[in-house]
């Protein structure tokens, strides 16, 4: 049904003698303890336990700017001669298809380059 090997799952075990409240609060301290998005010291700033960590935030590092990343990284957009947002639009099954040998040809290029680089280095 839980872990209990993670700080949620432990608290569930504990949880039963509290109030209502008191329960949302510990339930909230352990889900930031389990997932590393607070520390478990207590803070000054008394709207810690409402505050949307980075980690939380859709925006800054959720999927959709991680697959991004990957799609600007890899160069598809210009391999493919598609816009980003075609390609973000894609069904992801489809798209992963597309980012695999991208990313591949990417990698083989960087490692040419360094070699290439180490041997003028040598000379």
């Known amino acids: 049904m839980f872990d209990n090997d993670n700080a ?9 003698d ?7 609060l510990v339930m909230r301290e352990a889900y ?5 998005i607070y520390p478990s010291q207590s803070s ?14 859709p925006y800054t590092d ?10 600007i990284k890899s160069r598809l957009p210009e391999q493919t001669h598609m816009s980003l947002m075609e390609l973000i639009s894609m069904p992801m099954v489809l798209l992963e298809q597309l980012l695999k040998p991208a990313e591949s040809l ?18």
Not at 32 to 36: K, L, M, R
Not at 44 to 57: C, G, L, N, S, W
Not at 106 to 123: D, I, Y
């Open 8 to 16: 949620v799952g432990q608290t569930i075990l504990t949880v039963c």
């Open 18 to 24: 509290l109030n209502p409240l008191q329960a949302k």
């Open 32 to 36: 930031d303890i389990t997932y590393g």
């Open 44 to 57: 000054e700033d008394p709207m810690e336990i409402v505050k949307m960590h980075a980690t939380e935030d």
């Open 62 to 71: 959720g999927a959709v700017v991680t697959l991004m990343r990957r799609v």
């Open 106 to 123: 990417v990698e083989r290029e960087s490692a040419e380059a360094t070699a290439l680089s180490n041997q003028m280095a040598v000379k």
